[in-house]
T-cell receptor, first 109, second 115 residues
Framework: RKEVEQDPGPFNVPEGATVAFNCTYS??????FFWYRQDCRKEPKLLMS???SGNEDGRFTAQLNRASQYISLLIRDSKLSDSATYLC??????????FGKGTKLSVKP | GAGVSQSPSNKVTEKGKDVELRCDPI?????LYWYRQSLGQGLEFLIY????????KSGLPSDRFSAERTGGSVSTLTIQRTQQEDSAVYLC?????????????FGPGTRLLVL
């Protein structure tokens, strides 16, 4: 079983839609959790950290459920510019990041 | 300010040759990481440097892969006797510290193609 698993998609949604991505992780000792965004042929960039209390950044909301080892990302009012691959990322206690394979989102006009 | 830089941006080599990939982390960042991303695959951790500590080499796929970090700054990833399966994008990241959830910032990557 992969340490971080995501639905690869693609998710094809119209502008303005709300879309949710889910991710599960297998290592209960994982320390920190993130969502990164990767545009085609570009490096990953941090979108937001994920906390058990849930956190929101504009149209983006992230949630962590440690008991279920489950992470989510909700995007409201999708924009064309949100089209990208969203990477669920777990940080090990040693410091290195473990990436999911990513979920591809395509927002259409 | 300046981000993580990597060179070369692209490298084409013949099977069996050695290659060196360079990473310049953000100034002041003590932690440096190498990852690779093969076509259609997720990012795979390779090696991690934190300050003067011994590096975590647990992700290196074979003994053909090695990395150094000189003076706590620039790092070089060396692949000896390259194979076609080494073709990938090699990404370097740095952060202020290795633990504590510090954000890792990625460089643009080196695209390696082994013919």
């Amino acid at each position: 079983r992969k340490e971080v698993e995501q639905d690869p998609g693609p998710f094809n949604v119209p502008e303005g839609a709300t879309v949710a991505f889910n991710c599960t992780y297998s290592n209960s000792a994982s320390q920190s959790f993130f969502w990164y965004r990767q545009d085609c042929r570009k490096e990953p960039k941090l979108l937001m950290s994920v906390y058990s209390s849930g956190n929101e950044d504009g149209r983006f909301t992230a949630q962590l459920n440690r008991a279920s080892q489950y992470i989510s990302l909700l995007i409201r009012d999708s924009k064309l510019s949100d089209s990208a691959t969203y990477l669920c990322v777990v940080k090990r206690s040693q410091g290195n990041l473990i990436f999911g394979k990513g979920t591809k989102l395509s927002v259409k006009p | 300010g300046a981000g993580v830089s990597q060179s070369p941006s692209n490298k084409v080599t013949e099977k069996g040759k050695d290659v060196e990939l360079r990473c310049d982390p953000i100034s002041g960042h003590t932690a440096l990481y190498w990852y690779r991303q093969s076509l259609g695959q997720g990012l795979e951790f390779l090696i991690y440097f934190q300050g003067n500590s011994a590096p975590d080499k647990s992700g290196l796929p074979s003994d053909r892969f090695s990395a150094e970090r000189t003076g706590g700054s620039v790092s070089t990833l060396t692949i000896q006797r390259t194979q076609q399966e080494d073709s990938a994008v090699y990404l370097c990241a740095s952060s202020l510290a290795g633990t504590g959830g510090k954000t890792q910032y990625f460089g643009p990557g080196t695209r390696l193609l082994v013919l």
